[in-house]
């Protein structure tokens, strides 16, 4: 078993990497859509609001239209694309959020502590929140029925109301509940970084003990969030985490191979 998530940033080919995606077996999918929702958004006036929380994780300030936009972007368009494109090529993809079944669940956080303009301060109105559970039952079934699920945030609170949670950590909470051999993270980078701005500085192996190292001291922005969800995967159990390129012909085949940066 293998779960496999692929980002939402420029430069990704869907047609590509569902190609190759459908060459595989016993996987679940799990898919962004950041880019289109950061256009979106703009296009309606609501543009996107970024913020550094104090301990320096970057997210999405996710108010109530703000979250009814990320419905449309990630429950809408992005996942029935991959899923259509997964039937055209003959995978019985089934898409879903995790509100639905109560899939993903998790707690709303009250309020954001958050460094701005050097300040710190606190935001209220937030539909964000922290995944503490995920339905192995409901996923098992389709599995065990030949469905391959396809999913996305938003998840659902104990409270009913839906919450932004994090694709990356989402995923690698997917993976551990579901005691996945592999977790891949693809998105439009080659891998971790040592300078985001030199693709050729890609760090192709990292073990699990000096995992907190890379998260202070080399990942940057979103890259932080992705080694988040890899220590939780590995720490639930799941093998081997393989951040790769989602940009290629072949991004799968080339992540399980050992393309990109390798943690476990």
Same mark, same amino acid.
Do not use: W
């Given at each position: #078993?293998?779960?496999? *998530? ?5 430069g990704? &080919?869907?047609?590509? !990497? ?10 679940? @999918? ?13 296009? /309606?006036?609501?543009p996107?609001? !970024? ?18 936009? !990320?419905? #449309?972007?990630?429950? %809408?368009?992005m ?5 259509? #494109? ?7 993809? /089934? $898409?879903m ?22 300040? *710190? ?7 964000? %929140? ?12 389709? /599995?065990?029925? =030949?469905?391959? +699920?396809? @999913?996305t ?13 994090? $694709? &990356? ?8 509940? /579901? ?10 980078? +080659? ?24 998260? =202070?001291?080399?990942?940057? $922005?979103?890259?932080?969030?992705k ?8 720490? $639930? ?7 790769? &390129?989602?940009?290629?012909?072949? +991004?799968?085949? =080339?992540?399980?191979a %050992?393309?990109g940066?390798?943690?476990?």
């Open positions: #078993m293998r779960v496999i *998530k692929v980002g939402g940033g420029n990704i &080919d869907y047609e590509a !990497f569902c190609q190759d995606l459908s060459k595989q077996q016993d996987f679940v @999918l799990v898919h962004g859509g950041s880019s289109l929702l950061n256009e979106v958004s703009e296009q /309606l006036g609501h996107a609001r !970024f913020v550094t929380s104090v301990s320096g994780h970057q997210s999405r300030f996710t108010d109530r239209r703000t979250l009814e936009l !990320f419905n #449309m972007v990630y429950a %809408g368009h996942n029935k694309m991959i899923v259509e #494109m997964l039937q055209r090529l003959g995978v019985n993809a /089934l $898409g959020t995790g509100i639905d079944g109560r899939l993903v669940e998790g707690e709303r956080k009250e309020a954001l502590k958050i460094i701005e303009k050097g300040k *710190k301060q606190v935001l209220r109105g937030d539909h964000s %929140g922290i995944i503490r559970t995920i339905n192995t039952r409901l996923l098992n079934l389709l /599995l065990k029925n =030949d469905y391959v +699920p396809v @999913l945030p938003p998840a659902i609170s104990s409270k009913g109301v839906a919450i932004n949670v994090d $694709g &990356d950590r989402f995923a690698g909470k997917v993976a551990a509940a /579901l005691q996945a051999d592999a977790l891949l993270l693809l998105s439009n980078v +080659p891998g971790l970084l040592r300078d985001i701005a030199d693709e050729g500085s890609l760090i192709r192996r990292v073990s699990l003990d000096r995992i907190d190292e890379y998260i =202070d001291h080399v990942a940057q $922005g979103r890259m932080k969030k080694l988040l969800g890899a220590k939780e995967a590995l720490n $639930g159990g799941v093998r081997r985490v393989i951040l790769g &390129d989602a940009r290629g012909s072949t +991004p799968v085949t =080339d992540a399980l %050992g393309e940066t390798v943690i476990g």
